[in-house]
C-alpha cells in the first residue's frame, strides 16, 4: 500500500498504540483520520503532524453515526481504541460490562459495517482489529476484557473470506504487554471485603509491574503497518510478552496445564 496515498482511519489515536500507528501511516505520506473523545483536548505533545482528528466516542451510538455520516471514502480502518477493565467476574457490574463491549466490541464492528461497503466497491480495504493477547490466553480477574477481544478477533477470523474475493482483507493484531500506560486507565471492580481481594491485588501488581517492561507501542505499529502493507494478511498477528513462544507452548500443552501456567506467572497459585 506504501506506493499510493490512502486514507486510514485509526480509533483512538490521542496516545499508546493509536498514536503511534497514525504516526507510521503519516509518516508513510497517507491521509490519516485519528480518533478522541475530545479532539481539541489531546494535548500538543500527542497531536501528531498531519494527522487530523475528530470526535468519536465508542460508548455512544449517535456519535459512531455522526463520525460514520461525515466520513468519506475509507481504505484502512484501525480499530485500535478500547479499555481495559478488571475484576472477579461475581463482582463486575452489569453496565460497566455492556459498556465494556459497546466499546471494544459494538462500536468497532459498527464501524467495519459502515466501511465495508466501500471498501468492496472501490476494490481495496483493510480492517485491522488490535486485540490482546488476553483474547488468546485468558487470565484470572479480566474475564470481560480477554471476552471482548476474543469476541472482536472472531468476528474479524469468521468475516475475512466475506469480503477478500473483492481485495478487502480483515485481520486481528493481539499485543502482549505495552507501555502506553494502560493500567494507570484500567477500570477496576472488587468489593469492599470481597474474598478475591488478596488475589486481586497480587495480579494487578504483576499486571502493572509487566506494562512497565512491555514493548513499545512502536513496535506494535510497525507490525500493522506491515499487515496493511501485505497482499494478503493473514488472520492473527502476535507482538509482544514472547507471543511466537506463547502460542507454540500452547499448541503443545495440555489446556488445564496452560491455565495452572498463566495463573502462576501472576502471582496465584492454583
Ligand atoms: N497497552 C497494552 O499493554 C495493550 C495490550 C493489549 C492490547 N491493547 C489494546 O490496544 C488498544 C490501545 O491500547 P493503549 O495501551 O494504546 O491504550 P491507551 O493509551 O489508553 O489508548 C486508548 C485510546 O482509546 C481511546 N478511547 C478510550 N475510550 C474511548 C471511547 N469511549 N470511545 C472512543 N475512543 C476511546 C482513547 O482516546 P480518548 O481518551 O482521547 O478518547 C485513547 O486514544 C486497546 O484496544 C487495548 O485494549 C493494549
Do not use: C
Request: proline share 6%; charged share 20%; glycine share 10%.
Amino acid at each position: 500500500m506504501s506506493n499510493s496515498t490512502r486514507t486510514v482511519v485509526v480509533t483512538g489515536a490521542s496516545s499508546g498504540i493509536g498514536k503511534a500507528t497514525a504516526a507510521a501511516f503519516a509518516a508513510q505520506g497517507h491521509k490519516v483520520i485519528g480518533t478522541s473523545r475530545n479532539p481539541d483536548k489531546v494535548a500538543a505533545a500527542d497531536r501528531v503532524p498531519g494527522v487530523e482528528y475528530r470526535a468519536l466516542d465508542l460508548t455512544d451510538n449517535a456519535s459512531i453515526e455522526r463520525f460514520v455520516t461525515e466520513l468519506g471514502a475509507v481504505d484502512v480502518l484501525i480499530n485500535n481504541a478500547g479499555e481495559s477493565q478488571a475484576g472477579p467476574l461475581a463482582e463486575l457490574p452489569g453496565p460497566a460490562i455492556e459498556r465494556l463491549f459497546h466499546l471494544n466490541v459494538f462500536g468497532p464492528v459498527a464501524l467495519t459495517q459502515a466501511v465495508l461497503p466501500g471498501m468492496r466497491e472501490r476494490g481495496y480495504g483493510r480492517v485491522v482489529m488490535v486485540g490482546s493477547m488476553l483474547g488468546s490466553f485468558p487470565m484470572p480477574y479480566r474475564s470481560s476484557y480477554a471476552a471482548t477481544k476474543a469476541a472482536l478477533r472472531t468476528f474479524a477470523t469468521a468475516a475475512r473470506f466475506e469480503e477478500s474475493p473483492f481485495g478487502v482483507w480483515i485481520t486481528s493484531i493481539e499485543p502482549g504487554q505495552i507501555d502506553t500506560g494502560l493500567s494507570e486507565r484500567r477500570t477496576k471492580y472488587i468489593d469492599e471485603g470481597s474474598p478475591h481481594t488478596t488475589d486481586f491485588g497480587k495480579l494487578m501488581a504483576v499486571l502493572d509491574a509487566k506494562m512497565g517492561q512491555g514493548i513499545t507501542p512502536e513496535k506494535v505499529a510497525k507490525t500493522i503497518v506491515a499487515a496493511v502493507d501485505s497482499d494478503r494478511p493473514r488472520p492473527l498477528y502476535a507482538v509482544g510478552s514472547n507471543a511466537p513462544l506463547m502460542f507454540a507452548v500452547r499448541r503443545i500443552l495440555p489446556r488445564t496445564v496452560m491455565e495452572r501456567l498463566i495463573a502462576s506467572a501472576h502471582g496465584l497459585k492454583r
